[in-house]
């Protein structure tokens, strides 16, 4: 696609940027470097650059002038910049802060203990690493915040979308095969047999904690949280509404160093000890096991789902009315169990769909429904069935079949056009250096003016 249809402020670029999750912009090692950049008072570090370079790489970029990525991590921070200075902007330092210590307890569940992991990310001490999580979630918070408010009245008429795509048509991508998909996703039920030798393994757990064995111990042995069996079972500064309901009732209603009888939540059943609590913070340690089903209990669940597919095929109810009345999937259920890509879309190229949901597609003409079939959700066992609304062929874009996506193109060039068209009015009047290494740079815009006093 030529640089006349990436639009000069690359949106995808900024999304990006401002999307990324923790685990994408903290990476082990990566966090030494010297300063590319400054825009006001905020700045750009050279590894900021390079880990957008790597990452536009990893996603199939074929042109990854460094330029360019500075360019536009500089018109990222101009917006932070400004959006820090906006009134109609809410402050919310201080609900950043505490997501950063959620993050950061969150990173710290996958090391053995916060030595090794302040020695893989590089960072002296907790203070330190736990800035540079604040930072930038920061960023990400007044950069979307900015954008959304320049961009909030943006919108484009059928006219403007149909010149968009006299404009642009032979520069389109060509749309590679997709399928539209609904589901029906149910977790299996445990049988109160099952529920009662969970409940009675964790009070056998209660009563050595009782005789003399630590909780901490006995977590480390039998508790199948991943994020906390390491570590003693322990979760500290654990913020009200941070955890599934039920734990949370039962942890807060505790004494400091209680354990609770076992509780039931989503997961699984828990015993819970409240360590400390102040204020709306507090630590807690738990055993969890996990309410993970047995093959009979699985078997039990695609029985059901396969009748509710009796039912569908009988036309004694539509699929959309199956998942609002049977789904588990809070996502999906009150759509119609339509199922929507990253974008939102509800075509979904098919090579993007994982080989075990393939493996039961294949053969299927638009209109028809697998069999129950076993899966996992976030790392728990569901079984489902999958309805195949539609199948679109690769084809190359066009008004008549893809209006919908060529109107969020064009929508999009409008809002470059508009952070575009704001970012060159802040120019004369906002302070901007940029590091000697970059004096070669063709920047679109103006960033090498004269320093000009805030």
Same mark, same amino acid.
């Given at each position: ?180 998909? %609904? ?7 445990? =049988?109160?047999?099952? @529920?009662? /030798?969970? $409940? !009675?393994? &964790? ?87 996990? %309410? ?7 078997? =039990?669940?695609?029985? @059901?789902? /396969?009748? $509710? !597919?009796? &039912? ?100 999009? @060039? ?41």
């Amino acid at each position: 696609m030529t640089n006349k249809l990436k639009i000069t402020f690359l949106l995808g670029i900024f999304m990006m940027i401002f999307s990324s999750n923790m685990n994408a912009q903290l990476k082990p090692g990566e966090l030494v470097d010297g300063i590319a950049a400054v825009i006001g008072d905020e700045i750009v570090l050279e590894s900021d650059v390079n880990e957008q370079m790597n990452y536009a790489k990893q996603q199939g970029a074929s042109q990854t002038d460094k330029c360019d990525f500075l360019e536009n991590l500089i018109s990222n921070k101009l917006l932070v910049y400004e959006a820090k200075k906006d009134t109609l902007i809410e402050n919310r330092s201080a609900a950043i802060k505490e997501q950063a210590n959620a993050k950061y307890r969150q990173l710290l569940s996958q090391f053995p203990d916060e030595k090794t992991m302040l020695t893989a990310y590089k960072f002296r001490n907790s203070f330190e690493m736990k800035n540079a999580i604040e930072k930038i979630d920061i960023d990400q918070y007044y950069g979307q915040a900015k954008y959304q408010r320049i961009t909030e009245k943006a919108d484009v008429t059928p006219n403007e979308v149909t010149d968009f795509y006299n404009m642009y048509k032979s520069q389109l991508p060509e749309v590679k095969d997709e399928i539209s998909l %609904a589901q029906i996703m149910m977790y299996p039920k445990l =049988t109160e047999a099952h @529920k009662e /030798d969970l $409940i !009675k393994r &964790l009070k056998k757990i209660k009563q050595d904690i009782a005789g003399g064995e630590t909780f901490e111990s006995q977590a480390r042995i039998y508790s199948e949280d991943e994020g906390s069996a390491a570590n003693g079972g322990l979760y500290k500064n654990i913020y009200k509404g941070q955890m599934v309901k039920p734990f949370e009732a039962a942890a807060l209603n505790l004494q400091e160093n209680e354990i609770s009888e076992p509780v039931e939540s989503e997961f699984g059943y828990h015993i819970i000890q409240l360590i400390k609590k102040s204020g709306k913070v507090y630590d807690a340690r738990h055993i969890l096991l996990k %309410a993970t089903p047995t093959e009979d209990e699985i078997k =039990t669940a695609k029985a @059901k789902l /396969d009748s $509710i !597919k009796g &039912l569908v095929l009988a036309g004694k109810m539509t699929f959309k009315d199956a998942a609002f009345k049977f789904s588990d999937d809070k996502k999906t259920k009150f759509n119609g169990g339509i199922i929507t890509g990253a974008d939102g879309s509800d075509k979904i190229e098919r090579e993007s769909i994982p080989g075990s949901i393939s493996y039961e597609l294949a053969g299927l003409n638009k209109g028809d429904i697998t069999a129950a079939f076993e899966d996992e959700d976030n790392k728990r066992k569901v079984v489902k069935i999958i309805k195949q609304e539609d199948v679109i062929p690769a084809h190359q874009i066009t008004l008549e079949t893809d209006y919908n996506r060529i109107k969020q193109m064009a929508l999009n @060039k409008k809002r470059n056009e508009m952070i575009e068209k704001f970012v060159n009015s802040k120019l004369p009047t906002t302070f901007i250096s940029i590091d000697g290494r970059y004096d070669t740079c063709n920047f679109k815009a103006n960033w090498k003016k004269e320093s000009i006093k805030k």
